[in-house]
């Protein structure tokens, strides 16, 4: 295979044959596209945000593909040979050091987070692949691809290689890694919005960096939405160094057409909580009945089963409608994609799986029910909708409650100004690190000192100290000092060289099997039999896709529940199956899935606060809305902006407190555990809490309305009654367990088996208890602590409220309930369902019978 010749400094920035394909479509390259052709002449690590519809994709492979297309005769160097620099200033190849006896190389590498988005942009590269001739090879690699075909690309590889972070990092622990990337020329980072928020972005940040020290002549391209702070997304495009933080080139892309966005104004009575959205499906199947397709996006996995069992319900045109989400078969989800790309549906009820980048072409309106939670995500769920930048992408916005017309609200007003919300810089995990290293020894034997300075080079690690790598190192050698003396632990070796390597060919082997950064809660397969005589189940049977152990450990046989759209009865589990028949029953259980919820944003936080503090506004608000807020100012006040309303009154026996911050599910959890602590020292004698997305409300059997507010939410609260609570808790040992899985100290899969929830949650609290004896600060013990703080606590969100509200505390003690207190005390007594619809309501009646308490004159 030959190098790619580097474009000159005096050529045409889009070659003829392309300037003419764009043409015989009728088309212009955009400004952006352009520019992107201008950064590869140049050599430059590259940036693009631009909205959905922009070209952006077109724009990333358009350097690469006029590179293959214009590839002369110069086979490729050996990798490790040396290089010179080329008169552009790219890195170019020493002549004297190329042999003709090489093998192929991937020249592009594109990753997206989505299996489904990388097959969707292969089979859209291929159009002008075809129609220019070029005689690029075009390949992807998911985990569906099969055995064979990837044992084939590790020697054979394509041109252009689209793949995913996972398999990425499977690739640079195979000793044909070398080889298979010492060519490589250009890496597509898409939806880089998306990749860097979690741990998959701190794994794909250290393979970058791994890529830089086997293709250091290789450039980035990053494609992203339009974000808020870019720079965050430049400097993780860029090889990092100790010194001031380096940043990628940005290219903006043109503006699309401004979104056309609906709040709906449902004429049913809008329910006080909850997050069905069921008083408004008969509205949602109207829009669906005047739009040509449309995606309704909703933001769990039990509500999309319950949405589409409600809407196939209400379904008298016989509309065709399907049903998308990550537990359903991925054949079935496979079979929804090829419908909806062909055309032949009007509706899917979708959750994330079909939040980005694809294009549906037919699409033509979102519905989002619930709301958003983030402007962010609703931007990138409209952009489905006309995937196209000069037509208008059309939304509705369907809230389930009172807060969330609030809430969809104030999302349209911030698409309408422009704005987005923030992102925070990521500390990486040292779980992720300890999997990395183990990866790279994997390969080859590493060097100690070689392999940290190329760690510190990947932004998320850029500050990791000597010292934290060295001890994370030496777990992974024998599971730290507490753990040292068992065998099993012991992964790695050194050499007589000092270099480190695997201990034994089964470490490697059983690193393939568990690598990756994607904790769920243990699956079972959902297999539909038919029943045998005499009731019992065949074995065999149809799988429909995969569903939390935990559910079916609930259930007993005969019981039913929604999966895939059907009614389910539930009959035995048979190792890792869950044997299900079809079931006839009127009131199915709907299943739940653990870790679904969305958290609220907090730049959307502040603009619902901002929003009800000023009368004007609420005067223009849904007439509903408008009327419930009204009471609330005659019965108890509407607080500023950045004022905290503290209301305590008396009822049924007990006294409450409720607070209004408007900073999400999480945070305000965490508060109500500290209050409750705090609340018992001071005597109050407190019985429970429940948080909601805008309030918090704790009872107990103590009036409460004489507190020192002040001193009750004071930023010390986040001092000794944290760490009192923690030590007690159980959620260190939870998150210990997700931390023990991606760090290797826990396998989950072996050749041939895998072991279940059970025997994994045994396995994780035996440890913990060991090395919380033993060695407290060990290095995945850090781990679950900083994932705990900053993901289930959420504490540097709580930290910013309680010095917000200092000293802008406004308390009003009531004889009864306030409007505005009734959402949050509705949700008192509710079963909690994690991360699903927890849609066991008390039902209208109650919540009337609550406003008409918090509404009545004496």
């Known amino acids: 295979m030959t190098r790619p010749r580097p474009l000159a400094p005096d050529d045409p920035l889009l070659p003829p044959r392309f300037a003419g394909w764009f043409a015989g479509r009728g088309w212009a390259a955009r400004p952006h596209q352009l520019a992107m052709i201008e950064a590869a002449r140049d050599g430059a690590h590259v940036l693009l945000t631009a909205p959905t519809g922009g070209g952006k994709t077109l724009a990333g492979f358009l350097p690469s593909l006029i590179a293959l297309a214009e590839r002369g005769a110069v086979p490729l160097p050996l990798h490790g040979e040396d290089r010179t620099k080329s008169p552009t200033g790219r890195n170019a190849l020493s002549v004297e050091a190329w042999t003709p006896f090489q093998k192929r190389s991937i020249h592009t590498l594109y990753i997206s987070p989505l299996k489904a988005l990388a097959v969707d942009i292969a089979r859209n590269l291929e159009m002008p692949v075809a129609e220019m001739g070029l ?181 008298d045109a016989n509309l065709p409608i399907a049903l998308h989400h990550g537990s359903l078969d991925a054949g079935q989800r496979r079979k929804v994609e090829a419908a909806m790309a062909a055309g032949r549906l009007r509706a899917v009820v979708a959750t994330s799986t079909l939040d980005l980048g694809i294009d549906w072409g037919d699409v033509d309106l979102v519905v989002q029910m619930g709301a958003p939670k983030g402007v962010s995500r609703m931007q990138q769920r409209i952009g489905r909708a006309n995937h196209r930048l000069d037509e208008p992408s059309k939304a509705l916005l369907v809230p389930s409650n009172r807060f969330e017309v609030l809430e969809c609200l104030a999302a349209r007003e911030a698409v309408a100004a422009g704005k987005q919300d923030g992102e925070t810089r990521r500390e990486g995990g040292l779980d992720v690190l300890a999997q990395h290293i183990l990866g790279m020894a994997c390969a080859d034997p590493f060097d100690a000192d070689e392999l940290y300075e190329e760690i510190v080079t990947a932004e998320p690690y850029r500050l990791l100290a000597r010292e934290t790598f060295e001890r994370t190192l030496a777990f992974v050698a024998t599971g730290g000092y507490a753990l040292r003396s068992y065998e099993r632990f012991a992964k790695l070796r050194q050499t ?45 049977g149809r799988v429909l896709g995969k569903m939390e152990e935990w559910f079916f450990e609930q259930m007993t046989p005969g019981d039913s529940f929604v999966f895939g759209g059907q009614i389910l009865r539930f009959e035995t589990i048979v190792e890792t199956d869950a044997i299900v028949t079809r079931g006839t029953a009127d009131e199915p259980t709907v299943p739940s899935w653990q870790g679904g919820k969305f958290p609220l944003t907090t730049y959307l ?88 997305e805008y309030a918090l409300s704790v009872w107990g059997l103590r009036d409460m309305s004489r507190l020192d507010l002040g001193g ?47 025997q994994i949650t045994f396995s994780s609290d035996l440890i913990y208890d060991v090395l919380k004896a033993h060695e407290p600060d060990h290095i995945l013990m850090r781990a679950a602590r900083h994932d705990a703080l900053t993901g289930l606590l959420d504490l540097q969100r709580l930290s910013d409220l309680l010095h917000r509200v200092r000293g802008r505390l406004v308390a009003r003690h ?26 066991d309501l008390l039902g209208e009646a109650a919540a009337e019978t609550l406003i008409a308490e918090a509404t009545r004159l004496v």
């Open 605 to 692: 936080a502040q603009r619902v606060r901002e929003m009800i503090a000023h009368p004007e506004r609420v005067r223009n608000l849904p007439a509903q809305v408008a009327e419930w807020l009204n009471l609330q100012a005659w019965r108890s006040v509407l607080p500023a902006a950045d004022e905290m309303l503290v209301e305590t009154f008396p009822r049924n026996a007990k006294f409450h407190l409720v607070c209004y911050p408007f900073d999400g599910r999480l945070a305000h959890q965490t508060l109500g555990m500290l209050l409750t602590r705090r609340l018992e020292r001071m005597g109050m004698r407190p019985l429970g809490f429940v948080a909601g």
């Open 135 to 315: 005689g690029v090879r075009i390949e992807t690699r998911t985990g569906d691809t099969s055995a064979s075909k990837r044992q084939r690309q590790k020697v054979d590889p394509p041109d252009i290689l689209l793949t995913t972070p996972e398999q990425l990092a499977l690739l640079l622990a195979s000793r044909e890694a070398a080889n298979l990337f010492r060519g490589l020329d250009t890496i597509v980072l898409d939806e880089l919005h998306a990749l860097v928020a979690n741990k998959r972005g701190d794994l794909l940040s250290l393979d970058l960096a791994r890529l830089a020290r086997l293709a250091p002549q290789h450039r980035r391209v990053g494609l992203s939405a339009t974000v808020a702070d870019p720079d965050h997304l430049r400097r993780y495009l860029v090889p990092q160094t100790t010194e001031e933080p380096r940043l990628a080139r940005l290219v903006t892309g043109q503006a699309g057409a401004q979104p056309q966005i609906d709040v709906l104004e449902s004429e049913a009575r809008i329910p006080w909580s909850g997050h069905t959205t069921r008083h408004a499906i008969p509205e949602i199947m109207a829009a669906i009945s005047r739009a040509r397709m449309a995606i309704v996006f909703v933001n769990t996995r039990a509500q999309a089963e319950l949405a589409f069992q409600e809407m196939w319900r209400l379904n």
């Open 712 to 758: 009750l939410f004071a930023p010390d609260l986040l001092g000794d009654d944290l760490e009192e609570w923690l030590s007690e808790s159980i959620m260190l040992k939870r998150q210990f367990r997700n931390c023990a899985i991606i760090g290797g100290l826990i396998e989950t899969r072996f050749p041939g088996k895998e072991k279940t929830g059970r």
């Open 496 to 540: 007589a060289e000092g270099r480190w390597r695997v201990a034994n060919p089964m470490v490697a082997q059983r690193y393939r099997l568990n690598a990756g950064t994607i904790v769920e809660a243990q699956m079972l397969t959902v297999r539909l039999v038919r029943s045998a005589k005499g009731g019992r189940p065949l074995t065999g």
């Open 814 to 839: 009531l004889d009864r309930v306030s409007p505005l207190a009734v959402p949050v005390l509705l949700e008192i007594g509710k079963e909690p369902i994690f991360g699903a619809a927890d849609e």
